[in-house]
């Protein structure tokens, strides 16, 4: 069963995180959900893999979930950098004496590719998994939408507009569509400044590979119509690792850890981390 804990960031924000402690744990994996979900909906990825002797722990970013902070919303980006050092510190406080696995989907990728790219982090980190990171957005915005969401940012930064993300293109399983539909810690508006401010990051993200050096698997869905896949390849192309793994399943939709044959994606991050231990 999962145990929930209580983090605090160094600017004083209340967070909510998942924890389900493995038995004899051998590893340790830590994961940063996608926007506008949250770290329950990796209960049961948290449960298989701790079977494996891997604990797991997820936390609901700021503006998401369970966590303080307005829907959608952020100052800066690197907000979410201090969400990610109060999850490393408190990893580091539970376990040092095994190898550490930093973990990431969609939203939270682009947030675990730019802290990683910076290097500064709150513990040392033995590889990462992401799936299907959000580094470029599936279908492109217009010129015209940019340019007022950077107008409305710098005037109302808060002002909220609809997502525009379309459930039915997360998983081929319904049943994970219609509870995400029904979930009420899920929400469906962005920010102004949340966008203006992705897409700042996303502007960079690939250019900046080259800075993140230790291993790496990544999992993206073929079929993903919501972030950019070739975006996503670009990436892994330009990470400075030496030691990379990208698995790119056919047909497979936005959420891999969600889709109707998600064991084979369970089992591919469950190996890497086996051969990184």
């Known amino acids: 069963m999962p145990q929930y804990i209580e983090l605090k960031t160094s600017d004083n924000m209340n967070l909510k995180a998942m924890y389900v402690p493995a038995t004899k744990p051998k590893a340790f994996l830590v994961w940063i ?5 949250h770290k329950d909906r ?17 936390v609901d970013l700021r503006g998401h979930g369970e966590s303080d902070g307005k829907r959608g919303f952020i100052k800066k980006f690197e907000d979410y950098f201090q969400d990610v050092d109060a999850l490393l510190k408190w ?11 930093f973990g990431s989907h969609s ?18 980190i033995d590889a990462a998994v992401m799936t299907s990171p959000f580094l470029g957005l599936g279908v492109p915005v217009p010129a015209w939408k940019r340019g007022l969401a950077n107008t409305i940012s710098g005037i109302i930064p808060s002002a909220a507009v609809p ?4 459930p039915s293109l997360l998983s081929h399983d319904q049943a994970i569509v219609d509870a995400y539909v029904k979930d ?24 900046d590979a080259k800075n993140v050096k230790l291993p790496i698997f990544v999992g993206q869905g073929g079929g993903d119509q919501i972030v950019d896949v070739q975006a996503t390849r670009d990436f892994f192309q330009a990470l400075g690792s030496a030691d990379k793994k990208y698995e790119e399943y056919e047909g497979y939709y936005h959420e891999v850890l969600n889709e109707v044959k998600k064991e084979r994606v369970y089992s591919d991050i469950a190996e890497f981390i086996e051969k990184h231990i």
Not at 33 to 37: C, I, N, V
Not at 91 to 101: A, L, Q
Not at 107 to 124: C, F, I, T
């Open 163 to 166: 997502a525009g993300l379309d």
């Open 107 to 124: 939203m939270g990728g682009l947030v675990a590719s730019r802290y990683l790219e910076r290097g500064q982090l709150s513990r040392p």
């Open 91 to 101: 990893s580091r406080e539970v376990s040092t004496d095994v190898p550490f696995f």
């Open 33 to 37: 959900p996608g926007f506008a979900e």
């Open 184 to 207: 009420p810690l899920v929400f469906n508006n962005a920010t102004a400044r949340w966008f203006t401010e992705v897409v700042k990051q996303q502007a960079h993200v690939v250019s």
């Open 42 to 58: 990796y209960t049961h990825f948290g449960g298989w893999i701790a079977e494996k002797r891997i604990s797991f722990a997820a």
